[in-house]
């Protein structure tokens, strides 16, 4: 049997998939946080829970409008997604129009270009805790790039192209497992125009 021991409760070593939610302000700009806490739930279709802890625009905005977009974060989008968790979307100058921006196809959301599967969201329900707040979601419609539907290509080939990041321990992982630096650290090279 393995030795353990008790730990502070975290969730370290326990991975986590990270999506940009996409929004919209009430004076129409489109915002972008970063997001962890991110899972799904069966109710006779697949759905999906989030968790929002603390005041911030991303939440504001989906108790406004119900409708939001998940976007899965890629290697290559790192920095930038680094940046959208970090910065304040309260500031209407968090989204620079060198962040590429698309609409959803079946929602007014607002999607990041550079992502590869998008969830468009509809918020059903939620549950005020002392400090954040869980949302049950219903999924409205999947947006994939196109190469990730043909059914030729292996799904191990899919995974390396698009490389989604994951995170644990405050720090970013490649799909290969290599460590990519703390929170707060790739947005150092991510150049805001
Ligand atoms: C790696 C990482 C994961 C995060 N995950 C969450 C999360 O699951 N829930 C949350 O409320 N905030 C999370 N945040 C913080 C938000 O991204 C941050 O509050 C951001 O400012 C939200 O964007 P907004 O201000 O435009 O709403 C995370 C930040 C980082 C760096």
């Known amino acids: 049997m393995n030795d353990k021991i008790s730990m502070p409760i975290s969730n370290d ?12 302000c009430a004076d129409g700009r489109p915002d972008f946080g970063l997001f ?21 625009q991303t939440k504001d905005n989906i108790k406004r409008n119900r409708y939001f977009s998940a976007n899965l974060v890629t290697e290559k989008m790192l920095p930038m997604a680094d940046y959208l ?11 620079s129009p060198d962040i590429s921006v698309d609409k959803g196809q079946n929602l007014d959301v607002p999607i990041l270009s550079e992502s590869p599967v998008v969830f ?12 954040g707040e869980v949302f049950f979601c219903k ?12 059914p030729a290509v292996p799904v191990g080939e899919k995974m390396r192209a698009i ?5 644990t321990c405050e720090t970013y992982f490649s ?18 125009n």
């Open 36 to 56: 962890c806490w991110f899972s799904y739930i069966w109710d006779g279709e697949l759905g999906v829970m989030m968790c929002i802890g603390d005041e911030k």
């Open 13 to 24: 070593f326990c991975p986590q998939t990270l999506f940009c939610y996409g929004t919209y």
């Open 139 to 150: 999924i409205i419609n999947v947006l994939v790039d196109k190469h990730l539907a043909d």
């Open 163 to 167: 490389a989604p990041i994951s995170t």
């Open 85 to 95: 968790g970090n910065a304040d979307g309260r500031d209407p100058a968090k989204i």
């Open 120 to 131: 468009e969201l509809e918020a059903v329900r939620s549950f005020p805790l002392e400090e």
């Open 175 to 192: 799909w290969g497992g290599k460590a990519l630096g703390g929170w707060g650290e790739p947005s150092k090279n991510y150049h805001k």
